[in-house]
């Protein structure tokens, strides 16, 4: 990298005809021309220009006339939205699983804003801000865990579980802590869950993120909905779970929302409506496609698109958050909700709502996004495949202003 | 980690019907075949519509994750034949339409992520190589000098012993490795023996040392490098730094490099006839790839791409392609930077390659059985009967594409997407989910 400054220095002193690369000589005005603009929060879906300016949204109109100094962009065929929030991954790659750092799977698939879920615990935390969030170009929040230690400790130890010294550590970084996460935890108690949601209030009214684990008999998902989550906290893995759990032949693990006749349970229509998030978290085992098809048949849609990035769920049936929202589209779950749950929804929950939307001078992190047509396959967890003729694909991210990622080179000027 | 894959199985476990279950005595003797896909194989001069058939691992249990394949693990190729019954396999991947070809090897990378060091040495710009590799049809990456003699077990450790992707190493003759300019400024902490030494001792891991970023009108580094690849018998890759004035490029390849040597970043440098910072392969006043680096490359020097953050130019590679000149190899140098940048992955400059006029089957052979042969792995990169099954699967697409690098653009009315990446027999990238089941019931041996 210092080489390659290096080179570009003799490169800019050599040859003064040359274009630098373009990340490091970006105008400060930008107009996205003629795209179809999905921004849920200002409920536009249709052709609009899109004019940015020193890292802010100027102006979003029909028809805007290019500024003497803007770089147009023509997003003809493409959707403009917000940059998506992945509200649930994992980007800290030294708390020794070897999860990806953010930058390298966020931008490449729109994602501009990253909630990492967990990985990171009070005491870890300061090493996540000093080598992930303060170095990444993604803007990243984090869930903080319940355990000190986060993923690189034990999990299951309820003495490293401190709600007073991760709530400390939320309030000394209120800009990057939105909330705090229970993980993994097998034992039936809800000892994780009440300390968390004690750390949520003592932070000041903070959202817990819960993967409800698997205890034998398993934790009653209706008390966890309806009697411990506040409006606001967010069950993730909503597709995962198992049906069979809670009959009285199961011998534990974690209830699905659906039951085993494929009905949602009432007590998950109940919760949705007093305000808990239920956030698809797919992963590596937490997806079941015919819970989702259940659910939303019968009018149970899931409010954020989170992915549960990882090691593992990147190579698997996951891979991506426009894959788990073209999945999604698949299911016939329209467009625009499908963003949604990956723009403005995710911004509220986080209670971030400067994020998530289009609104004139809300900072400029917009995505470019396609559809390709064609025969694609999405699966889950239980090999069980679906077929589909759209797939989602990031042509272009723009964070701050400033492009990121662009796949086809469309912000490069056409050769001459 | 241990402790959180037994998590991970106890609430596998909790959700009956996630469990896998494994088919015992199975009569079947294929893992998988791939069925009607277009095979490109270059060693074996093939291409042409062929099925393929994987046999079994002798240990083919799922695999972990988060850890490398021992070669009990690794499935090998049974059989390349024109109809190979489907009937015979456990799983079934329909390749039609699809190009099948070796997993792709890529030269140039830089996977020594970590927490305590800088830069591309156990630093957070390092990538762990799965998540980059196996989604862009990568089964081979060699890390390009991120760890010295001091640091390879580090790295061994951290990286190679935790990664799926096959990941081999060129020493970089800085005993750090590459943590910053001023380690590799250093010329002190070049020491031919000590590098030579610890690629001999691990010389299943170690296939070449390199240079890097070096900035001095001053051969030592270079003959240094060489000193410890003519000690280790391995050949060295070289970044060519920069200098005031520079190096001439005629005496690093006719005079210094032995056949075999490797000269990456080959279509970067200063592409004009200024006398400083690196000299450029295509003479900018004529547009043609100058004669001694055509005579080089006759006698053996390679040339590959290692197109990086700023090291590839159209105004080198759009006149060398368009004369005839192919780089040996095509690799990526992928970093933080570069993959967010015009690089950004092996099938997009194998794709831009193909859109300044190089055909697809010699793109496939410099990005598998080209650079198989330049680290002496030439159990790589093909699919000979009895080789490991490394093998990706990509469609082609058409459509309007742009390529772009930092100084220009062009159209390209094809782009390669990866569809599937097997290693050593494990399917372990699956786009859309072409093959029946989708996750293998494994044969128990």
Redesign the interface.
């Known amino acids: 990298?210092?080489?390659?400054l290096?080179?570009?220095g003799?490169?800019l002193l050599?040859?003064p005809g040359?274009?630098?690369?373009?990340?490091r000589n970006q105008p400060s005005s930008i107009l996205i021309k003629g795209g179809h603009v999905i921004d849920p929060k200002n409920n536009i879906n249709e052709v609009m220009d899109v004019a940015i300016r020193d890292g802010k949204i100027e102006n979003v109109a029909k028809q805007i006339e290019p500024a003497p100094d803007s770089k147009v962009i023509d997003a003809r065929g493409m959707y403009v939205t917000p940059g998506l929030i992945d509200m649930h991954g994992h980007f800290f790659?030294?708390a020794?699983?070897?999860?990806?750092?953010p930058?390298?799977?966020t931008?490449?698939s729109g994602v501009t804003t990253a909630v990492d879920a967990g990985s990171s615990g009070w005491r870890t935390f300061p090493d996540f801000k000093r080598?992930?969030i303060d170095?990444s170009?993604t803007r990243v929040f984090a869930f903080l865990n319940i355990v000190g230690n986060g993923?690189s400790g034990?999990?299951?130890d309820t003495a490293d579980m401190n709600a007073k010294l991760a709530a400390d550590m939320a309030l000394k970084h209120k800009d990057n802590i939105v909330g705090f996460k229970v993980a993994?935890y097998?034992r039936r108690d809800w000892i994780p869950i009440d300390g968390a949601i004690e750390a949520g209030e003592l932070a000041g009214g903070l959202p817990v993120m819960v993967d409800f684990?698997?205890a034998?008999p398993?934790l009653s998902l209706e008390e966890l909905l309806l009697e411990k989550f506040r409006p606001g906290d967010i069950y993730t893995h909503v597709f995962?779970?198992?049906a069979?759990?809670g009959s009285p032949v199961s011998?534990?693990?974690?209830e699905a929302v659906v039951d085993q006749e494929g009905n949602v349970k009432p007590f998950a229509f109940k919760a949705q409506q007093r305000g808990v998030i239920f956030d698809v978290g797919f992963g590596?085992?937490s997806f079941?496609i015919n819970y989702a098809m259940q659910a939303m048949k019968h009018g149970f849609y899931p409010n954020t698109m989170g992915t549960d990035m990882n090691?593992?769920s990147?190579?698997g049936?996951m891979?991506n958050i426009l894959n788990v929202m073209s999945t999604f589209l698949t299911l016939g779950m329209d467009l625009s909700s499908v963003i949604e749950g990956a723009t403005w929804k995710p911004a509220q929950v986080i209670n971030h709502e400067e994020l998530g939307h289009l609104s004139k001078g809300a900072v400029a992190d917009v995505a470019l996004l396609s559809i390709?047509e064609g025969?694609?396959?999405?699966?889950d967890?239980?090999?069980y495949?679906i077929k589909g003729n759209q797939k989602l694909e990031c042509q272009l991210t723009i964070r701050e202003g400033r492009v990121?990622?662009?796949?086809?080179?469309?912000s490069?000027?056409?050769?001459e | 980690?241990v402790?959180?894959l037994a998590?991970?199985l106890?609430?596998?476990?909790?959700?009956?019907?996630?469990v896998r279950a494994q088919v015992s005595a199975s009569a079947k003797p294929y893992q998988i075949v791939i069925k009607g896909g277009h095979v490109i194989d270059p060693k074996n001069g093939i291409n042409a519509v062929m099925d393929i058939a994987i046999a079994p691992a002798l240990d083919m249990q799922p695999l972990a994750?988060?850890q490398a394949l021992s070669p009990d693990q690794e499935g090998r190729i049974a059989m390349i034949a024109e109809n190979i019954d489907p009937g015979l396999a456990v799983q079934v991947v329909d390749a039609k339409g699809l190009y099948v070809v070796p997993g792709l090897v890529d030269i140039h990378s830089h996977n020594f992520?970590?927490?305590d060091g800088e830069?591309q040495m156990n630093g957070?710009?390092g990538?762990?190589p799965?998540?980059?590799t196996?989604?862009s049809g990568v089964t081979t990456v060699v890390d390009a000098g991120g760890s010295g003699w001091r640091t390879f077990p580090l790295f061994r450790e951290q990286t190679i012993e935790?990664?799926q992707t096959r990941v081999l190493a060129m020493l970089n003759i800085v005993g750090e490795g590459m943590r910053?300019?001023r380690y590799e400024q250093n010329i002190t902490d070049m020491d031919p023996d000590s590098t030579a030494k610890v690629a001999r001792t691990h010389d299943d891991l170690i296939v070449g040392i390199k240079l890097?970023?070096f900035?001095g009108h001053d051969w030592t580094p270079t003959d240094r490098a060489l000193a410890a690849g003519r000690l280790a018998d391995i050949p060295i890759m070289v970044?060519f730094?920069?200098a005031k004035p520079y190096l001439p490029l005629e005496t690093l390849f006719l005079e210094k490099f032995r056949p075999g040597d490797i000269y990456t970043h080959c279509f970067?440098g200063?592409?004009?006839t200024?006398p400083?910072?690196?000299e450029s392969i295509v003479d900018v006043t004529t547009n043609k790839v100058k004669l001694y680096v055509l005579e080089a490359q006759k006698r053996g020097v390679v040339f590959d791409v290692g197109f990086?953050?700023?090291?590839f130019l159209f105004?080198q590679g759009t006149p060398a392609i368009a004369g005839g000149f192919y780089p040996n190899s095509i690799s990526t140098d992928i970093?933080?930077?570069s993959?967010?940048?015009?690089m950004?992955d092996m099938p997009n400059i194998m794709s831009l390659f193909m859109a300044m006029g190089m055909p697809l089957e010699a793109v496939i052979a410099a990005s598998t059985w080209h650079p198989a042969q330049e680290i002496n792995r030439s159990e790589l990169g093909n699919l000979s009967v009895g080789a490991v099954a490394d093998i990706a699967l990509f469609r082609l697409?058409e459509g309007?594409?742009?390529?772009?690098a930092?100084?220009?653009?062009?159209?390209g009315r094809q782009r390669l997407f990866t569809e599937m990446t097997l290693r050593g027999g494990h399917i372990?990238?699956?786009?859309?989910?072409?093959v029946d089941?989708?996750?293998a019931k494994y044969i128990s041996n």
């Open positions: 990298m210092q080489r390659t290096l080179m570009l003799l490169v050599l040859l040359l274009t630098l690369g373009q990340r790659p030294n020794g699983r070897g999860d990806p750092a930058d390298v799977l931008l490449r080598e992930i170095e170009t993923f034990n999990e299951q993994h097998i684990g698997s034998r398993a995962g779970g198992n069979a759990v011998p534990g693990g974690r590596g085992a079941d090691y593992h990147f190579n049936a891979k390709r025969d694609f396959g999405f699966w967890r239980e090999d495949k990121v990622y662009d796949f086809n080179g469309i490069i000027p056409d050769p | 980690m402790r959180y998590i991970l106890s609430v596998l476990a909790g959700a009956t019907s996630a994750w988060g992520w970590g927490h830069r957070p710009r990538l762990p799965d998540g980059f196996f989604r935790r990664s910053g300019s890097a970023h900035s970044d730094g920069s970067g200063n592409s004009s200024s400083d910072g690196r990086g953050g700023a090291s105004a970093h933080v930077e993959m967010n940048n015009a950004k697409v309007d594409f742009g390529f772009w930092r100084d220009g653009k062009i159209a372990v990238y699956n786009l859309n989910g072409r089941p989708i996750n």
